[in-house]
Nanobody, 124 residues
Framework: QVQLMESGGGSVQAGGSLRLSCLGS????????MAWFRQSPGKEREVVVG??????TYADSVKGRFAVSRDNAKNTLYLEMNNLKPEDTAMYYC???????????????????WGQGTQVTVSS
């Protein structure tokens, strides 16, 4: 059983920055394909960034503003968010695909473990 726990959300003004963290429970964390998703009220969950074995794919809406990284020694995935916009307001979730992947998976149904989410609110 894999447990994921996000943290780092909060309320910021437009143009501000936040750093989200996702702590994983499993010692095999380094072998998983990971992703960050987000969901706003009334909207479908959408991918923010997906990580494959050796490549990363960002949503067009966050390219150049968000950066993902992982520290396998700490079982932690990060999402650095800069120049935040009101449209970035959402619940942010990290997800793990323990079945393995080569290229980044961008569909939510490819991920079999999810965190509980952390809220990000950006005011104008």
């Amino acid at each position: 059983q894999v447990q994921l726990m996000e943290s780092g959300g909060g309320s910021v003004q437009a143009g501000g920055s936040l750093r989200l963290s996702c702590l994983g429970s499993a010692y095999t964390f380094s072998t998983y394909c990971m992703a960050w998703f987000r969901q706003s009220p009334g909207k479908e969950r959408e991918v923010v960034v997906g990580l494959g074995r050796s490549s990363t794919t960002y949503a067009d809406s966050v390219k150049g503003r968000f950066a993902v990284s992982r520290d396998n020694a700490k079982n932690t995935l990060y999402l650095e968010m800069n120049n935040l916009k009101p449209e970035d307001t959402a619940m942010y979730y990290c997800a793990a695909n323990t079945r393995g992947c080569v290229n980044p998976e961008l569909a939510s149904d490819k991920y079999n473990y999810w965190g509980q989410g952390t809220q990000v609110t950006v005011s104008s």
